[in-house]
């Protein structure tokens, strides 16, 4: 059984530099699970950060469970990350250097049916180098369409 993907950041690839690719565990409470299993979540601008040698998930959008009454939490509220200590201090002096982040590309349900986040340590582009690889990818998508044709 292979992860089963519930959201994934598609501006992330196009914004950032991806340097390496963390796996991480989400802490959640009660109705937060059942909402990811309805796909009700948004990972568009989530970022982590490392306070007080402890990594913590910002802007994870969770929409409230519609059968939950008052057990919902905050949909925006600060989630903590299940990381190792030398995982964290690695990523934090990384985090160190100028320029790099920690942003989540994907949140998923592993093959035994755990809350997972993928991380990447990543250094932001700059706006021409976005330019760049859109006039790279079109180009490419070009050639590809005149050899299928010529075939």
Not at 77 to 84: A, D, E, G, N, Y
Request: glycine share 4%; hydrophobic share 35%; charged share 35%.
């Amino acid at each position: 059984m292979e992860k089963k993907i519930i959201a994934s950041n598609k501006r992330a690839a196009h914004r950032y530099e991806i340097i390496e690719k963390i796996e991480a565990g989400l802490e959640l409470q009660g109705t937060e699970v059942k909402s990811l299993r309805a796909n009700k979540v948004d990972l568009k601008d989530s970022f982590a950060r490392i306070d007080n040698g402890q990594a913590f998930l910002h802007n994870l959008y969770l929409s409230p469970y519609d059968k939950a009454s008052y057990n919902n939490a905050d949909p925006k509220r600060v989630r903590k990350l299940l990381l190792h200590k030398k995982q964290i201090a690695k990523l934090f002096a990384k985090m160190k250097e100028k320029g790099y982040t920690l942003i989540a590309l994907n949140v998923y349900f592993n093959d035994k049916g755990k809350a997972k986040v993928e991380l990447a340590l990543a250094k932001g582009r700059k706006l021409y180098d976005q330019r760049e690889k859109i006039k790279d990818k079109e180009t490419e998508q070009r050639l590809r369409k005149i050899s299928s044709i010529r075939k």
